[in-house]
């Protein structure tokens, strides 16, 4: 098993800035790699970003030159920069880490709020 335990979240005005963290602990030798998704409110959850154990990312065109996605093997902890938000931006963020080679399970951190106010 595998937690993530999020943290970061919080309101913010247009334009401003956020980091996100997520931590993982148990068993890490079964991921591989971690990202974030984000569901608005009344909406279906969406990718936002993901980033392999080699440091290869990847984000949603809505995100692209804004956010950036690092991990840090170190610590098992991958964090979202997140620059010039928009309201658009709003909702849950949630960590997610996939299975690695011959493992099955992914895995969700608890979400995270992120609200931006116009």
């Known amino acids: 098993q595998v937690q993530l335990v999020e943290s970061g979240g919080g309101l913010v005005q247009a334009g401003g800035s956020l980091r996100l963290s997520c931590a993982a602990s148990?068993?890490?030798?079964?991921?591989?790699?971690m990202g974030w998704y984000r569901q608005a409110s009344g909406k279906e959850r969406e990718f936002v970003a993901a980033?392999?154990?080699?440091?290869?990312?990847n984000y949603a065109d809505s995100v692209k030159g804004r956010f950036t996605i690092s991990r840090d093997n170190a610590k098992n902890t991958v964090y979202l920069q997140m620059n010039s938000l928009k309201p658009e931006d709003t909702g849950v963020y949630y960590c997610?880490?996939?299975?690695?080679?011959?493992?099955?399970?992914?895995?969700w951190g608890q979400g995270s709020q992120v609200t931006v106010s116009s």
């Open positions: 997610n880490a996939a299975p690695a080679p011959r493992y099955f399970e992914y895995y």
């Open positions: 148990g068993s890490i030798f079964s991921i591989n790699a």
């Open positions: 980033i392999a154990s080699d440091g290869t990312s």
